[in-house]
């Protein structure tokens, strides 16, 4: 019994110092980010991808050459945007001080807003092949999630621009870069 309060633990942390952080293999998750707005509509814009490509693979896509553009910026975009989010979740983005945060996540959600503008239109204009079919109901749905995801990163473009700007609201209250 002589050992035991040598074996004792007595490190303490503050309540403050836990809120909104937690720990998996060392790397610090801010769980805050998925309740913010740009962590929302990033989440929004990895399901809405996920639907679109998997609408259209579902189907003969490969019969209207069309559709492979619209699967390449889903599928490109629908990557990307994940590896976003873990970067952005993880706070991989803290340990990289020389990346100009703001100015990237507004350049790739413009540049990402615009392909799948163009994405949409493509699909859109190439239903009408399916129109009898049984995929129709696959392009359309994908033409109309189309447009939703590319709704959602014009927000985040929106954000994005807001933050690099500086008009992003009080800095104490942003937990994320965007």
């Given at each position: ?140 749905a994908a033409a109309f999630f189309g447009i939703v995801v590319t709704l959602t990163y014009a927000a985040s473009t929106f954000f994005a ?18």
């Open positions: 019994m002589a050992d035991f309060p040598g074996k004792v633990n007595t490190e303490t942390s503050s309540p403050q110092s836990q809120a909104g952080s937690m720990h998996l293999m060392n790397a610090p998750m801010d769980l805050n980010f998925i309740k913010t707005i740009p962590g929302i509509l990033l989440l929004a814009e990895i399901v809405l991808g996920l639907l679109v490509w998997a609408l259209i693979s579902s189907a003969a896509y490969h019969l209207v050459p069309a559709y492979g553009w619209v699967m390449f910026v889903s599928v490109t975009l629908w990557i990307l945007s994940i590896v976003l989010f873990i970067i952005l979740f993880l706070n991989i983005w803290q340990k990289l001080v020389s990346v100009p945060w703001p100015l990237v996540l507004m350049v790739f959600y413009a540049v990402a807003t615009v392909l799948y503008l163009t994405a949409f239109v493509t699909n859109a204009a190439s239903v009408s092949p399916y129109k009898f079919g049984y995929h129709y109901d696959h392009m359309a621009y807001l933050d690099w700007r500086g008009d992003g609201g009080n800095a104490a209250t942003n937990t994320v870069p965007v």
